[in-house]
Every structure is written in structure tokens, then in C-alpha cells.
């Protein structure tokens, strides 16, 4: 199959919906001889936080030398990134050869009477082939939903299993109490592993405390205190977490100092496990991690910041960030959300921040809120809000209300589904004006 082909298959598996538990994805990697046994992990759940930690632990590690395989979901501008070796995703021939070989053993499946795999259930046993063919010397993943059913949670040699702060999403697949949430984002957890986690709220912390021990694994903690010396800022942030002295990291966010020291102690798991990560390697690999829509800043006149805020935890670190970095500013929103998020929460959090709201559709997203539903339930918290037809068109209001004001930022937010064609459009945009400055002068 060719490049077009490969796509067209994955988009048809969406048909199969999401299905938990391991049944379906072990006997996919079953009959391609079970890949993933033959690879090392550190292994990450959580309700935010998931991609900014991958992101940090993997370049530490490419920093040190290792060879780094990364799976994440979801992907923003190109479906392929979600296989990346060393931060380069897979070439499109490669991506064609591997999903072959995937696509014979599920189409086999299903010819024996078998449930097909999922869409993402094909896309875990691809990560796995393509690294282990690839020979990587350690793969960073994140899990799709959850953890103890998660696909992901197939594989059985985690050399650490981090769990990011845990907070109500999902409900209605994970639990409607933290506690249950946190039982299953604790279901990564196996035995000989070093659990590394955060400050978390007194129920989920309970929780992964008790799997840790029954499983007699080590439990490191982030500590929120331990982080010193802190100097903020939107391009570059300086802080001091135990024996490191002024971490630098670029990415912007009051959150991302924690996430970095979340970090720090995954990289002191794994040099306890015998990896070499020597301080420099872990002072570069922090500050050249990059992580595309996670308070990212860009364009100017006005600024655009692109934030992947998606639940209740994730609004209340936006609105903070917008409070902190940007108090005095003329703030508009650009929304776009998916239906089984809690929006109303999402929209009561971050709403007294903004002077005027856009909202959006998230294109080809069958989970999208339309963006007319969703200017309806702004309003129940907001005055001034307005739809957009397309995301083109909501970058272009957005520049129309700022009309040229240095003081004026645009957030976009609420769905990372979006954001990559978000990325793309501001980006356009900015390089049009670039070469019409250019020709006038």
C-alpha cells in the first residue's frame, strides 16, 4: 500500500470505536511476535501533563545518547508524528511497511472470527514493531485513556511508570470519584518498576502509594517545595529543583516547572536503573525540549498562545498562566471543544479573562461541539461571544478585534484536535506579512 492507502485504512478503523481492555491488543502483538517484549519503557498517565513530561524525559535521554523511541496521541499536524525516533517521525514509505504487516495480522483476526482491532489498538502494535526494528534503546509513551486497559498497558518490562497529576475527565470511561480515576491511571504500575509522581490531591495520591507498595516498587515524588529560585518568563524560565541549580526550559507556563521537575526525578529513576544521564545531558535535554501547543507562543501583533486546556485542571492552569503572564492585557479567546469534555467547567474557569470569545468547530473530529452549541453555553458566563465558520475565519476575527494593539493576546484553546491546523494557519499568516513588510520596503 502507498501513503494514501495507509491513511485511508486508519481513518476507516475509526468505525470500531474505542474498545477497553488488553484482549484485542495481545493478540494483535501476538501474531507479530510480540514486539513490545523486547523493548524498555517509562510508561505515562495522567489526566495533564502527559505530553510535556514525554517530551522532557525523552530529549534528556536523546541528550545522553540513547536512542529514543516516542509514542504519543494525539498527533497535531501529521498523523505520523505520532512514531518518532529521537524526535524525527517516521518517514512515509517506513510508515506504509510497518502498518502492512499490522493491517495482514488484524485483517487475519477478524477473518477468524475475532473483534478488529481499533484504530489505536493498530496504532500501539505499529509503535511497538517500528522501535523494536529500529533497535531503540528505551521507548517513552504516554497512555490513550486510563491506564489498566489502556492498550499501552500491554507490555511488561516499565523501568518507570509516572503518573502526572490526576484530575476528572473521562468519567464516563475511568470513574466518576478521583479515586477511581486514579485506580485506573494506576493500573501502569508493575512490579520491579520505579513509580515517579507528583504532589496529587489525597485520593489519588492514597492510591498510587497502596499499588506501589503492593507491588513493592520504590515511589519518588516530585515536591512542589523543592522548586526554588524560580524566574519566569514566556520564552525561557529558570528554577532550581534540589541539588540542580537554575534548570532552564523554554517551554512557557506556570505548570511547566513542575512538569520539569517531574522530569528531573523520572532522570533519577533511571540513572539508579543504570542509565547514563550525566547533569549536562539533563540540563541540555530540559532546555531543548520543545512541545508544539502547550501554552505555545507565537506570531506578534497580536500574540497568539495555543493551549491544549481540555478539562477542569487543565482550564484552571490556563487560567492562571493567563492571569500571571498577561494581567494586563486585552485578552481574546478563540474555543473549539470536543462534546464528552466538560465544557460548562472549562468555559465557568477561564471565561472572566477574556474581553471577547470566539468559538469554533474542531474540523473532522466526530467528537467536535459545534461551535454554535458551544457560543451558547459561553454565554451563560459571558457577554461577548461570537461563532466562526472556520478556524481561517476565527484568526482573522480575532485580528479585527485586536486591530493592531501591541497589548492585545489570543488564546486558543480547549481541543489539541485543532491546534495543529491552528499552528499552520498563524504560521501562514505571519509569513504573509513578513514578505508584504519585505516588499514595501
Not at 502527559?50 to 498527533?75: E, F, M
Not at 486585552?330 to 477561564?350: C, F, N, P, Q, S
Not at 493576546?409 to 489539541?416: A, K, M, Q, R, T
Amino acid at each position: 500500500m502507498n501513503y494514501q492507502e495507509a491513511m485511508e485504512y486508519l481513518e476507516g478503523l475509526n468505525r470500531y470505536g474505542c474498545v477497553p481492555g488488553l484482549e484485542s491488543i495481545r493478540e494483535l502483538c501476538a501474531r507479530l511476535h510480540d514486539p513490545q517484549e523486547k523493548l524498555r519503557f517509562v510508561h505515562i498517565a495522567g489526566t495533564n501533563g502527559k505530553g510535556s513530561i514525554l517530551a522532557y524525559v525523552s530529549t534528556i535521554l536523546q541528550t545522553a545518547g540513547y536512542k529514543v523511541g516516542r509514542y504519543i496521541s494525539p498527533a497535531l499536524s501529521d498523523y505520523r508524528e505520532r512514531f518518532q525516533i529521537n524526535g524525527k517521525m517516521i518517514p512515509k514509505n517506513q510508515f506504509s511497511l510497518y502498518l502492512e504487516q499490522v493491517k495482514a495480522a488484524a485483517e487475519q483476526m477478524a477473518a477468524e472470527g475475532l473483534p478488529h482491532p481499533t484504530q489505536f489498538e493498530v496504532d500501539t502494535a505499529f509503535a511497538f514493531l517500528y522501535f523494536l526494528d529500529k533497535k531503540c534503546d528505551i521507548v517513552v509513551l504516554e497512555t490513550g485513556m486510563g491506564g489498566l486497559t489502556d492498550a499501552t498497558n500491554l507490555i511488561g518490562t516499565t523501568i518507570c511508570a509516572v503518573l502526572t497529576p490526576v484530575g476528572m475527565d473521562h468519567m464516563a470511561a475511568l470513574g466518576g470519584s478521583l479515586e477511581e480515576i486514579a485506580r485506573q491511571k494506576a493500573g501502569i504500575i508493575k512490579e520491579n518498576c520505579t513509580v515517579v509522581t507528583c504532589g496529587q490531591k489525597e485520593e489519588a495520591m492514597r492510591v498510587i502509594r497502596q499499588e506501589a507498595e503492593q507491588r513493592g516498587c520504590p515511589l519518588r515524588i516530585a515536591e512542589i517545595s523543592g522548586i526554588t529560585n524560580v524566574k519566569y518568563g514566556l520564552t525561557k524560565q529558570r528554577f532550581t529543583y534540589g541539588r540542580h541549580k537554575n534548570l532552564e526550559i523554554t517551554l512557557a507556563g506556570q505548570h511547566q516547572t513542575a512538569n520539569a521537575a517531574l522530569a528531573v526525578e523520572v532522570s533519577e529513576a533511571l540513572l539508579a536503573a543504570g542509565f547514563s544521564i550525566p547533569d549536562e545531558a539533563l540540563r541540555r535535554g530540559l532546555l531543548e525540549t520543545k512541545w508544539p501547543g502547550r501554552f505555545s507562543v507565537m506570531g506578534k501583533n497580536p500574540l497568539f498562545v495555543l493551549d491544549g486546556a481540555h478539562n477542569e485542571d487543565g482550564a484552571a492552569a490556563l487560567a492562571q498562566s493567563v492571569k500571571f503572564y498577561f494581567s494586563h492585557k486585552k485578552i481574546i479567546y478563540i474555543m473549539g471543544i470536543l462534546a464528552d469534555k466538560e465544557y460548562d467547567k472549562i468555559i465557568r474557569i477561564t471565561a472572566p479573562y477574556a474581553e471577547q470569545v470566539i468559538t469554533v468547530t474542531p474540523p473532522r473530529n466526530p467528537r467536535a461541539l459545534g461551535g454554535y452549541e458551544l457560543a451558547q453555553a459561553v454565554k451563560e458566563y459571558h457577554p461577548s461571544v461570537t461563532v466562526a465558520d472556520s478556524l481561517q475565519e476565527s484568526v482573522e476575527m480575532a485580528c479585527l478585534l485586536a486591530g493592531g494593539d501591541k497589548n492585545t493576546v489570543v488564546i486558543v484553546f480547549g481541543s489539541l484536535s485543532f491546534l495543529g491546523e491552528m499552528i499552520n494557519i498563524i504560521e501562514h499568516r505571519d509569513a504573509i506579512r513578513r514578505d508584504s513588510h519585505g516588499k514595501s520596503e
